[in-house]
Nanobody, 123 residues
């Protein structure tokens, strides 16, 4: 059982930056594909970014490409999301997720989820 705990959310003005972090425990961190998702009020949860086991590959939603950067530290068992150039449309609860299977890279089937951290971007 992997436990994920997010931190770093908050209120920021449009154009600003935030860095989200997710600490994992209970598993061998390097064995998991890690990702960030988000869910805005009244909308479905959507994929934001993913990073594979040893950070050889990353994947981003078109809406955040060039503004957000995902990274991981397998020693500290953390995954981070650096968010720059934030827009009001980025307002959402952001969730960290972990997947033990490689298929998650394609089908977004993640096994473990954090509780989420709120990001609010004011205009």
């Amino acid at each position: 059982q992997v436990v994920l705990v997010e931190s770093g959310g908050g209120l920021v003005q449009a154009g600003g930056s935030l860095r989200l972090s997710c600490a994992a425990s209970g598993g061998v961190f390097s064995r998991y594909i890690m990702a960030w998702f988000r869910q805005a009020p009244g909308k479905e949860r959507e994929f934001v970014a993913a990073i594979n086991w040893y950070a050889y590959n990353t994947n981003y939603a078109d809406s955040v490409q060039g503004r957000f950067t995902i990274s991981r530290d397998n020693v500290k068992a953390t995954v981070s999301l650096q968010m720059d150039g934030l827009k009001p449309d980025d307002t959402a609860t952001y969730y960290c997720a972990a997947a033990s299977g490689a298929s998650a890279w394609v089908d977004n089937g993640y096994d473990y989820w954090g509780q989420g951290t709120q990001v609010t971007v004011s205009s």
